[in-house]
């Protein structure tokens, strides 16, 4: 069964339940190929990554360590057309009540408005952008 595209906002809220972390503010970016998050504590250990989403700064930050075999090393290139080498796991993400599995790049977010930024690859098929909607 194929799901109708669901409408969202500009910014969404997202859960990862396995992180314990809920209703994270997220920019929808359309400009963006892929997903980010913030991540922090990125550890490589054998064949499998270990990192903590968020930071200690961030009133969602959970410390929670968690794992992934299924990751990759890429290479990112910003809006600024810098290009910086960073890690992508696979995620499981409510974003809207809708449960999603998609590639998020773990950056250094901390600075950014929004701790998690939303891109196509995620969105196609899945959702449809109304900007009219006001978080």
């Known amino acids: 069964m194929i799901k109708e595209p669901q409408i969202i906002g500009?910014?969404?809220?997202?859960?990862?339940?396995?992180?314990?972390?809920?209703?994270?503010?997220?920019?929808?970016?359309t400009g963006a190929d892929g997903s980010s998050i913030w991540a922090t504590n990125i550890k490589e250990k054998g064949s499998e990554l270990e990192y903590c989403l968020l930071g200690p700064s961030s009133d969602k930050y959970t410390g929670k360590v968690l794992k992934s075999t299924d990751y990759e090393r890429v290479k990112i290139k910003n809006s600024f057309g810098d290009t910086e080498q960073r890690y992508r796991v696979k995620i499981s993400v409510l974003i809207e009540g809708r449960k999603v599995s998609a590639k998020f790049s773990l950056a250094n977010r901390k600075l950014k408005s929004y701790p998690a930024l939303v891109g196509r690859r995620l969105l196609n098929k899945r959702f449809v952008i109304d900007i009219s909607k006001i978080p």
């Open 10 to 29: 500009s910014v969404v809220k997202i859960s990862i339940p396995a992180g314990d972390i809920y209703d994270l503010p997220a920019k929808i970016d």
